[in-house]
């Protein structure tokens, strides 16, 4: 059996659980531990604050990287991108009319961990319907797994859309992805197995007769055996 990625286990932890208390950034500290990044950093920070974007996030991701003794002209790039990636997911959240801290982070992370904009595009979408954070984090978190075993976005954002307006338990959820690893190992296409899950899924099938169905469509082929001539 696959096994979910420790990597992907922290990541639910900051998507799914964002902080609501954040440590004020020492600028004293950073200045003592960055001197030449410390004067950008805070400028990107004020910059923050005047556009409206959550800047105590920016402050924590400062303080991690200072804690983790990140080299300071790399944490200076990530915090650069990081500023970037608020400043998009607020643009395509406004489609929306929702841009509060909590879901500008929570689309904000997944696009940093790796979700292509196109992928954020349709969850947004989503969650401009259901208005789930939670739903929309577990989606986004399916496709980053799904994306760790080199199945694309395009490939599974049917069941990544279905799974953003559903209430799934995390048992669940890793129950749909085991189904799409099942389909794959019996040479079923791809595009085949999320279609037979997805559908099976909407109609109310269980993950047995799901199984089941994958099962029997299974290719067919001919067993090479002795030459009888």
């Known amino acids: 059996m696959h096994r979910v990625p420790v990597t992907l286990v922290i990541l639910a932890g900051l998507i ?3 902080s609501g208390g954040w440590a004020i950034l020492d600028s004293g500290r950073l200045a003592s531990l960055c001197p030449a990044q410390a004067g ?6 004020e910059a923050a604050g005047r556009a409206g974007l959550p800047m105590s996030h920016l402050e924590t991701r400062i303080n991690e990287g200072l804690l ?3 080299p300071c002209q790399r944490l200076l790039e990530a915090i650069e991108k990081e500023y970037s990636t ?3 997911t607020r643009t395509l959240l406004a489609s929306i009319h929702d841009t509060s801290h909590q879901a500008l982070i929570l689309f904000a992370n ?3 961990s790796g979700l292509p904009q196109s992928s954020i595009i349709s969850l947004i979408a989503v969650y401009g319907q259901t208005r789930s954070m939670s739903s929309a984090g577990s989606a986004g978190l399916f496709l980053l797994s799904m994306k760790e075993l080199n199945w694309s976005e395009t490939q599974v954002m049917p069941l990544a859309e279905l799974i953003a307006t559903s209430s799934w338990t995390a048992g669940q959820r890793e129950a749909i992805r085991q189904l799409l690893l099942y ?3 019996l040479d079923i296409e791809r595009g085949q197995t999320v279609s ?5 899924l909407v109609s109310g099938r269980s993950f ?3 199984r089941r169905d994958l099962l029997d469509r299974k290719p067919f082929r001919l067993e090479s055996g002795p030459d009888r001539r």
Not at 196 to 200: E, K, T
């Open 110 to 112: 997944l696009r940093s």
């Open 196 to 200: 037979l899950v997805r559908g099976g």
């Open 16 to 18: 799914l659980i964002p």
């Open 40 to 45: 950008r950093l805070q400028t990107i920070l």
């Open 68 to 70: 983790r003794r990140v």
């Open 183 to 185: 389909g794959a190992s």
């Open 208 to 210: 047995h007769q799901i």
């Open 86 to 88: 608020l400043v998009e």
